[in-house]
């Protein structure tokens, strides 16, 4: 059972342009939710992330939006550049709970 | 910066035969975690640790042990490889007060 859903699997955009990767989850217990930028060889590391109180998270280019009601979150990255080109990841996991669960991951393209 | 160094980043090992992946934080973090990435399903969690010498299982713990003789060493064992757990390991730690959780660089593990 995959808790936390993650779409497109793959994206391509030229550079300067807007990607937007999705997620959604089941449990509604649900109150932390992280983004994890990935590069080859790399492990992930923290990009952004949202608490459930709230709605909208800027930092820089990375927006990420929250939407309790429908428990779907989004990852908005503006005037995208070539760098940007990794695997993404949403997460999900209960403040003070051990445990984080992922999306299934997005390899984002950005072409120069 | 936070450091979780995994050994070995590489391994092949013979079908049947006992792995073990290293892992050392520096970061005096109190919780560890094993993670398994595959192609499709994002990472999943094998093991944690919250404390020394005791270990928790995560969502997809058989065919795996894990071992926590010090705060800053975590070790995840697999007494009978299969092929099956051919993936990409990584190790996380995150400190008892934060939310954010850091990564290794992974060890990719290739069972034959």
């Known amino acids: 059972q995959q808790q936390v859903r993650q779409s497109p699997q793959s994206l391509t955009v030229w550079e300067g342009g807007t990607t937007v990767l999705t997620c959604s989850y089941e449990?509604?217990?649900?109150?932390?939710f992280p983004w994890y930028q990935q590069f080859p060889g790399e492990g992930p590391a923290l990009l952004i992330s949202?608490?459930?109180?709230?709605d909208k998270k800027e930092d820089g280019r990375f927006t990420t939006f929250f939407n309790k009601r429908e428990k779907k979150l989004s990852l908005h990255i503006i005037d995208s550049q070539p760098g940007d080109s990794a695997t993404y990841f949403c997460?999900?996991?209960?403040?003070?709970?051990?445990?984080?669960?992922f999306g299934q991951g997005t390899v984002l393209s950005v072409i120069p | 910066e936070a450091a979780v160094t995994q050994s070995p980043r590489s391994k092949v090992a013979v079908t049947g035969g006992k792995v073990t992946l290293s892992c050392h934080q520096t970061?005096?973090?109190?919780?560890m975690y094993w993670y398994r990435q595959d192609t499709g399903h994002g990472l999943r969690l094998i093991h944690y640790?919250?404390?020394?010498?005791?270990?928790e299982k995560g969502d997809i713990p058989d065919g795996y042990k894990a071992s926590r003789p010090s705060q800053e060493n975590f070790s995840l064992i697999l007494e009978l490889a299969s092929l099956s757990q051919t993936a990409v390991y990584f190790c996380?730690?995150?400190?008892?007060?934060?939310?954010?959780?850091?990564f290794g660089k992974g060890t990719r593990l290739t069972v034959v």
């Open positions: 949202i608490l459930s109180v709230s």
């Open positions: 640790s919250y404390v020394a010498d005791s270990t």
């Open positions: 997460a999900a996991s209960v403040i003070g709970n051990n445990k984080l669960t």
């Open positions: 970061n005096n973090h109190d919780y």
């Open positions: 996380a730690s995150r400190g008892a007060t934060n939310t954010e959780v850091f």
């Open positions: 449990d509604s217990t649900f109150n932390y």
